[in-house]
C-alpha cells in the first residue's frame, strides 16, 4: 500500500520541531480528516536555510511533512513556492488515492508559511494569496487545484 519512502519518512522524520523566531510560520488543516500541518521557515539572504513542521495526522500526512521539508531545504523562497504536491507524490514514490490530499496539505503548508513571511517583510501577497484561496482544501474552496 506505501512505498518504503513513505514508510521512511513516517517511521523516520526529517526535520521534526519549532523553529524559535520563525522568519514564516504555516498552519493549514483539513476538518474532514482530521490531519494539521505547521511548517516554520529561517529564511537568511532569500534562501531557506532551515525548515521544521509540527503535523498531527496519519502516517501518510507525517510523511509529506517530511519531504517536502527535504524538497525547499536550501532552495531560494521563490524555488519553495513552486513546491507542489505532485512533486510531494513523486518524491516519496506514490501514495494511495485516499491520501493523496496529505501532500496537498503539506504544499498548502508551505504556501502558507511563505505567506505569512511575504507580509513580515512587507512584500506584495496578492498573488499568492490568490493562489491560496483558490487551490487550498483547508479553506473551504475545495480540490480543485489538487495535481494528481
Known amino acids: 500500500m506505501y512505498s518504503e519512502k513513505v514508510v521512511d519518512h513516517f517511521t523516520n522524520p526529517r526535520n521534526v520541531g519549532e523553529i524559535e523566531n520563525a522568519d514564516g510560520i504555516g498552519q493549514v488543516g483539513n476538518p474532514v ?3 494539521i500541518m505547521k ?3 529561517k529564511i537568511e539572504n532569500n534562501i531557506i536555510t532551515d ?3 509540527k503535523t498531527f495526522g496519519c502516517g501518510a500526512a507525517i510523511a509529506t511533512s517530511s519531504m517536502a521539508t527535504e524538497l525547499i531545504k536550501g532552495k531560494t523562497v521563490e524555488e ?3 513546491l507542489s504536491n505532485k512533486a510531494v507524490i513523486e518524491a516519496l514514490e506514490g501514495l494511495p488515492p485516499v491520501k493523496v490530499h496529505c501532500s496537498v496539505l503539506a504544499e498548502e503548508a508551505v504556501k502558507s508559511a511563505i505567506l505569512d ?3 513580515k517583510i512587507g512584500k506584495d501577497t496578492t498573488q499568492l494569496e490568490k493562489i491560496c484561496k483558490q487551490g487550498c482544501c483547508s479553506c473551504a ?4 487545484n489538487i495535481e494528481e
Open 51 to 53: 525548515v521544521r513542521f
Open 141 to 144: 474552496h475545495g480540490h480543485d
Open 80 to 82: 519553495a513556492l513552486e
Open 117 to 119: 513571511y511575504y507580509k
Open 39 to 41: 511548517i516554520y521557515l
Open 33 to 35: 480528516c482530521g490531519d
